[in-house]
């Protein structure tokens, strides 16, 4: 997979990026984890999920946010990585200009910052948000979340209350309804699906193929 360096409102940020040979392929965005918590590009879920979707013949970026790696500025504290996060989206698209559909996914802290962009970029197609961080970051902005999306947490999370996933859950049902957010729990999984990343790769393959067989219909 190239490494590539790109522009970003802080300076140059560093990725990797896999291509797909299929004219047309959509495109997804992967975000890492916390950077003030030692998130990188290079975080086993954030990896994994850079794979899932090589492998389902998307075209696919990860990156470091803003200092981290060999991304160049200082940790943004959620705001300079949005900005980031756009920079990245713009880069990819720029590259893949027919792509058949946009998605973004992340990791934690990249969950909040994919549902964050969400509200600025009404060309994604849909989330995947695992694990988002709804007990420590606010998510009022989703007002109202302007696609369907798939949520998924551990239930032996030690980060991540439950109960501010539930909430964050039912607040979206209410906005999209129920068929607007796929809401799937691992059992037994802590924060960082240690021994479940295959079940959560699983989700996200179910997410995935309805998610695009909808999109073949509607086209």
Known sequence: MPEIIF???????EGRYHHAKTPNAPVA????PDPEKGGTMN??????LFQNFKDRGFSVLRFNFRGVGRSQGEVGCGE???????????????????ASGVYVAGFSFGAWIAMQLLMRR???DGYISIAPPANLHDFNFLAPCPNDGLI?????????????????????????????VDFRVVEG???????????????VNDYLSLALSSQDVAA
């Open 43 to 48: 975080n086993r879920m954030t990896y994994t």
């Open 7 to 13: 522009n970003g409102p802080a300076g140059r940020l």
């Open 152 to 180: 998924i947490q551990g239930d032996a999370d030690q980060v991540v209350t439950m109960d501010s996933i539930h909430r964050l859950v039912e607040k979206l049902v209410e906005q999209r309804g129920p068929a607007g």
């Open 189 to 203: 999984a802590g924060h960082f699906f240690q021994n479940e990343l295959d079940q959560v790769m699983g989700h």
């Open 122 to 124: 009404p060309e994604i």
């Open 80 to 98: 300079g990585e949005l900005c980031d996060a756009a920079a990245a989206l713009d880069w990819l698209q720029s590259v893949n200009k027919n």
């Open 29 to 32: 965005l992967i975000l890492h």
